[in-house]
């Protein structure tokens, strides 16, 4: 649904960045020999030649189109070179070009606010550089103009064939432009910057539109390719607009674009100009009114959202014709591939952005074998995200599952009916960075306290790497990281004041922990198995003016142990800590220690799993405290239990 949201401001600088047949690119840098013959990229899918993905300018003057497929673009063009996209998990592999992308954003990102709007487009808001290029440089004093910026288009500007560059400096250099001129054209002189810059490093071209509007610089960028910029001056935009074919407005593609077309009789945006805003509100809602109405006049207040990086990530197939899934064996070896997939990507974003995601969603196309024709649409199916593949797998199925049986309820028909799968995919979204605060380790069982919550920084390494790490079912991600700067370790933490608002979500167990977080002695605990030229006493001593965080803190009691030398105590219950609380605190330890999930434990990191299963093992007792089978985990660490017990690693 679209929104009608006023401009800030009319002066605002937005260009929109199109790389140009950025795949075929991509593969003529792989493949330099490429350069200047007529290229395509072609789908793994090798019948009749595949389909083509992307067809290079060479190409396309020789009448290749992307409609074709390969065999029939060597008819057309018999000296076309057909590069196969990269292929893994029986499907295209795109990852080479969304490096190449990010290649690209990170050289726009340097000027101003940037927005990655897919694998080959970038927004960007240059109007703080704009008002500064204009307050340090009148224009009217420019000399040496780049002579990419003199090849700009300005539509509305009249040109003389013979003069075009001549006519562009004029303009750009007007003593008489208005503010909202005098910008644009700082922003022209800044975009064909930053184009030139694009193709020093990366090899790319790029073209590009610049306008007051993101909707507007859209657009302007693909009017003039390859490797051109194009200039909407506020004067142009009656005449840029009123010809467009109403459905080649962004938003206006599908039913609302149809809907003008059959009810209202509107072909061109021109057309929709004939309707005021109190007519369209009373069709078509107050909000999408105001939309239709303020786009038909090139108004538009979406703001350059400053994302470098995907708002999510996602992993898809189609499956057309004969190649439909028939069967829920068939559906599942297809959903192991895409979760592998997404689970990787998951990964590195996590490891290189600091990232994770909280909802995983499925969708699918589908028909009923006794109707392939229906319109009816397979239900998308959303859950909270669980790291690691198998997980991700595991959820998958069971929404396919979910979304199955709804399907065939729609015909009233038992699942096991006939039915297709056309098209399968699974999407991560709700992608947040990780914030800064404290991890904590409640977070693995099925609840906390919140009086009793830590908020102590810790020196715990928690990295979902493949099952290791999972949501336990609920959205909130409480992880910590630690990343590498001057080969010192720095704990990056992520805060979980919010843990409690999810405590509702977990539908698993029902049991709520309320645990305590205190300062404490540390007690000695087995090294680290993944780094094991260091120490106990190394590690804590490095670690000591951090006040380390560890998984014995949330078993602290008033027990005290008894050493061969000395009774030392483990932990002193806080004064502050009151009668009621304490009851609180002991009655929400009721775990069987025969009934521990296993796989839960299994989420942690090594160094915690190992410390975990030490003290929940059957410690060797003096033949005066000897602890029955089958006891509470709330039994082993009682106040009133073992006060002189001799508790050994074993």
């Not at 007007?174 to 490093?201: N, P, S, T, Y």
């Not at 199925?397 to 015909?411: D, I, K, M, P, T």
């Not at 999930?597 to 190992?610: R, W």
Request: glycine share 6%; net charge neutral; proline share 4%.
């Amino acid at each position: 649904m679209p929104v009608a949201r006023p401009e800030t401001s009319d002066s605002r600088i937005i260009a929109h960045v199109d790389m140009d047949c950025f795949y075929v690119q991509v593969e003529q840098r792989k493949q330099p020999h490429l350069r200047g013959q007529p290229t395509a990229v072609v789908q793994y899918n090798s019948w009749k030649g595949g389909g083509l993905i992307a067809v290079g300018y060479e190409a396309r003057k020789d009448g290749v189109k992307r409609s074709m497929r390969g065999d029939e673009a060597k008819k057309v063009c018999p000296q076309i070179q057909l590069v196969q996209v990269p292929v893994a998990r029986g499907k295209a592999d795109l990852t080479i070009y969304r490096n190449a992308g990010s290649e690209v954003v990170s050289i726009l990102a340097r000027k101003g606010r940037c927005e990655r709007a897919s694998i080959d487009e970038v927004y960007l808001d240059l109007t703080d550089a704009a008002e500064t290029m204009l307050k340090g440089t009148p224009l009217e004093n420019l000399e040496n103009i780049d002579e990419e910026v003199l090849k700009s288009h300005v539509l509305g500007l009249t040109l003389n064939e013979n003069d075009e560059k001549e006519i562009v400096r004029e303009w750009l250099t007007r003593r008489d432009a208005d503010h909202r001129d005098k910008l644009l054209a700082c922003g022209a002189i800044i975009v064909a910057q930053l184009r030139m810059q694009v193709l020093r490093e990366t090899e790319f071209t790029c073209s590009a539109g610049i306008a007051h509007n993101k909707m507007l610089a859209k657009l302007a960028s693909g009017m003039n390719k390859p490797a051109q910029q194009t200039i909407v001056t506020s004067a142009s935009v009656k005449g840029l607009l009123e010809p467009l074919p109403i459905k080649k407005m962004k938003q206006l593609g599908g039913k609302l674009g149809s809907s003008l077309q059959t009810d209202l009789g509107v072909n061109t945006v021109g057309d929709l100009l004939q309707f005021s805003e109190e007519k369209l509100q009373d069709i078509y809602g107050s909000n999408t009114g105001t939309w239709l109405w303020n786009i038909a006049r090139g108004i538009s207040g979406d703001e350059v959202e400053g994302r470098l990086l995907p708002k999510s990530h996602g992993s898809g197939k189609t499956f057309p014709g004969v190649q439909a899934l028939k069967s829920l064996a068939a559906v599942e070896k297809w959903l192991k591939e895409l979760c592998e997939e997404l689970s990787e990507r998951l990964q590195i974003d996590l490891e290189t952005n600091k990232r994770v995601a909280h909802t995983l969603t499925l969708h699918a196309n589908a028909y009923k074998s006794t109707d392939t024709d229906s319109h009816k649409k397979f239900p998308s199916k959303s859950c909270p995200l669980r790291y690691g593949a198998g997980k991700i797998l595991e959820d998958s199925v069971n929404l396919f599952q979910a979304g199955l049986r709804e399907f065939l309820w729609s015909y009233m028909s038992p699942v096991g009916g006939g039915w297709g799968i056309t098209g399968l995919s699974v999407t991560a979204s709700k992608i947040v960075a990780i914030p800064s605060g404290t991890s904590s380790i409640t977070r693995y069982f099925h609840g906390q306290d919140r009086f009793h919550a830590s908020s102590e920084p810790s020196d715990e390494k928690f990295a979902p790497k493949d099952d290791n790490l999972s949501q336990s079912r609920t959205e909130s991600h409480s992880a910590s990281h630690l990343t590498e700067r001057d080969g010192e370790r720095t704990p990056m933490t992520h805060d979980t004041s919010t843990f409690d608002q999810h405590e509702t979500a977990c539908k698993d167990e029902a049991t709520e922990s309320c645990l305590t977080s205190q300062h404490h002695e540390p007690q000695p605990r087995l090294p680290n198995i993944d780094d094991g030229k260091r120490t106990y006493e190394q590690k804590r001593k490095a670690t000591k003016e951090k006040v380390t965080s560890s998984i014995l803190r949330f078993f602290q009691t008033n027990s005290c142990s008894s050493s061969s030398q000395e009774t030392k105590c483990l932990g002193m219950e806080s004064e502050s800590l009151t009668e009621s609380q304490n009851k609180v605190r002991t009655n929400s330890w009721r775990y069987n220690v025969d009934e521990i999930d296993q796989s839960v434990v299994e989420e942690l990191p090594p160094e915690l799993q190992e410390e975990l299963r030490t003290w929940l093992r059957p410690q060797k007792q003096a033949k005066s405290s000897t602890v029955k089978r089958g006891s509470s985990i709330a039994h082993y660490f009682s106040p009133n239990k073992n006060q002189h017990t001799n508790l050994k690693r074993s």
